[in-house]
């Protein structure tokens, strides 16, 4: 598994917000904010419902794994897709950093993954409330 989700009541931009808030919490911050939706419209006049990826960022830990592994770049930042389903409900979906981390062989980057698996498995949970 890649990822793990949550799925929340509350209008889409609130969410949003939500999300980024509760990211602050845990030491994150959102480096990018991509709209699929708004981009998938732009270039090729198609009609999506409201998709977000947001490229989170924990500075301190971030740099860690730059200290650890300099190409680590490749697998960074935290992917946070927020995206509303047909029922309008939004679901929230965080990238496994454990499992995207777990493709080295350094150890030191084994156990930064896990960490930051844990931050991000408690923004989940405050999400919940």
Same mark, same amino acid.
């Given at each position: ?7 929340? %009541? ?5 969410? =949003?917000? %939500?999300?980024?808030?509760?990211? /602050? ?10 709209? =699929? ?5 732009? /270039? ?13 960022? &924990?500075?301190?830990?971030? %740099? ?10 490749? +697998? ?29 062989? &350094?150890?030191?980057? /084994?156990? +930064?993954? %896990?960490? =930051?698996?844990? /931050? ?10």
């Amino acid at each position: 598994m890649y990822g793990f989700t949550v799925t929340l %009541n509350g209008s889409f931009d609130e969410v =949003v917000n %939500n999300v980024t808030e509760a990211l /602050k919490g845990e030491g994150f911050g959102v480096l990018t904010e991509i709209d =699929v939706k708004a981009t998938l419209k732009a /270039k090729l006049d198609i009609d999506k419902r409201p998709y977000t990826i947001l490229g989170a960022c &924990n500075p301190k830990l971030a %740099n860690q794994a730059i200290e650890a592994e300099p190409d680590v770049g490749l +697998l960074l930042p935290c992917n946070v897709l927020v995206r509303e389903d047909e029922d309008g409900q939004v679901v929230v979906g965080f990238m496994d950093p454990a499992t995207i981390l777990g493709l080295s062989d &350094n150890a030191a980057l /084994k156990a +930064l993954g %896990n960490e =930051v698996k844990t /931050k991000l498995e408690r923004v989940r949970d405050a999400l919940q409330g």
